[in-house]
């Protein structure tokens, strides 16, 4: 047997339909609009659960496996999945295909979710479409043909339900809810504004490719939300960049100063950044001014 041939089928790890999509929605917005009115809401305790999600899913989905911004233990990487995982954005190899064609199609025609096609089409609409999964490039991920990612993969369904169970052991029905329902739905909209609202409303300040169709913006506001995923311009014109945010003193990025905290205690190391300018004054996070 060659090595190709012993290599798993990444298809078969399809962490999505858009069947089973529908109905998680539909269930989840439900249960979100309920928790308001059956109990007493812990706002602080959902919001917690939602940053530590959303960091999950934008230093680990987006910044770490799509983009590799930085390198990292294969324990930790297996954490990011995890939590990714619980996220319910569809599974690592999904999430990260997905977005690695957005990025070589972005605003074309071929690209999954842009606003040429409607804002509910670009925020969430495309999530209920039965094709997209059948136009998933599985051989744009081969870098996450690795065991201990696909044992996550594979384990997916098992992960949810042991942390549903363990909440409800701790917490309760409500736990459910405050702990895990809330925060997912917070942050399938916090993640899914960088698609819709910052394609569509902000400052286009660098080209970004595909030249002549790229319509990534910088956002303020949607960056406040999202933890500097907003600052979607940078984003598309620097890649790999781990920061972005700071590409101006004003630009907040939460998620960054995250990975600086990582970084500092040796779990992550190999930082890209963006090239520092022999006339830039010195900012706190060691980046130029532009």
């Not at 690209?111 to 409607?118: A, M, Q, T, V, W």
């Not at 895990?180 to 909209?189: A, F, G, Q």
């Not at 406040?224 to 630009?251: C, D, I, K, Q, S």
């Amino acid at each position: 047997m060659t090595v190709r041939e012993a290599e798993p089928d990444l298809a078969q790890y399809k962490g999505r339909s858009a069947a089973s999509t529908k109905v998680s929605f539909l269930i989840a917005h439900l249960l979100f609009a309920a928790y308001w009115f059956v109990g007493t809401p812990n706002v602080p305790g959902a919001l917690l659960v939602w940053f530590i999600l959303q960091v999950g899913v934008f230093a680990g989905f987006h910044r770490y496996f799509a983009h590799r911004s930085y390198k990292t233990h294969p324990w930790f990487e297996s954490v990011l999945a995890a939590l990714g995982c619980l996220a319910n954005q569809g599974g690592l190899l999904w999430w990260v295909s997905e977005h690695r064609h957005h990025h070589r199609t972005a605003d074309t025609d071929a690209d999954f979710h842009s606003p040429r096609d409607g804002f509910w089409h670009s925020h969430m609409g495309w999530l209920l479409r039965d094709d997209i999964d059948d136009r998933i490039k599985w051989d744009l991920i081969p870098d996450l043909r690795r065991p201990h990612l696909l044992w996550v993969e594979r384990h997916d369904t098992a992960i949810k339900l042991a942390y549903a169970a363990t909440l409800a052991l701790l917490f309760g029905w409500y736990g459910i809810l405050t702990y895990w329902i809330v925060p997912v739905v917070l942050c399938w909209h916090t993640s899914l504004a960088t698609n819709s609202f910052c394609h569509a409303f902000g400052s286009h300040r660098a080209a970004c490719p595909p030249k002549g169709s790229c319509a990534a913006r910088n956002n303020a506001l949607v960056a406040l939300v999202n933890l500097g995923e907003g600052w979607h311009n940078n984003h598309h014109a620097h890649p790999t960049y781990a920061h972005h945010g700071f590409h101006r003193w004003y630009e907040l990025d939460v998620v960054y100063l995250f990975l600086l905290v990582l970084e500092r205690l040796g779990i992550i190391w190999d930082v890209k950044r963006r090239p520092r300018r022999r006339d830039a004054h010195d900012l706190p996070l060691g980046m130029d001014a532009a």
